[in-house]
């Protein structure tokens, strides 16, 4: 059963922008938050970026002020705008959902980031 659907991931030069969507259903956009994590290989899967039900947002700091997560409740989907890409951020990123623990999430989409 699909719950969530990630799309915008590609391949872009340093500096470039890639725009993140993920469709949710109503139950799982109805959880008390919902957001990015990304792992890139050799490494653990880490959250980058949180959107609550009520709108607030949280980001680490390796992508503050680069990337922007915000929320489409008309559409059940949120999106995360990422900006000024680096070769660091490539990773696959995962939409999640929770309302206490990280356990529901999509399928994941590839963000690649070389020159």
């Known amino acids: 059963q699909v719950h969530l659907v990630e799309s915008g991931g590609g391949s872009v030069q340093p500096g470039g922008s890639l725009r993140l969507s993920c469709a949710a259903s109503p139950t799982i956009f109805s959880m008390n938050a919902m957001g990015w994590h990304r792992q890139a290989p050799g490494r653990q899967r880490e959250l980058v970026a949180i959107i609550t039900r009520g709108g607030s947002t949280h980001y680490v700091d390796a992508v503050e002020g680069r990337f922007v997560i915000s929320r489409d409740n008309a559409k059940n989907t949120i999106n995360l705008q990422m900006n000024n890409l680096q070769p660091e951020d490539t990773a696959v990123y995962y939409c999640?959902?929770?309302?206490?623990?990280?356990?529901?999430w999509g399928q994941g989409t590839q963000v690649t980031v070389s020159a």
């Open positions: 999640g959902a929770r309302n206490v623990e990280w356990d529901t």
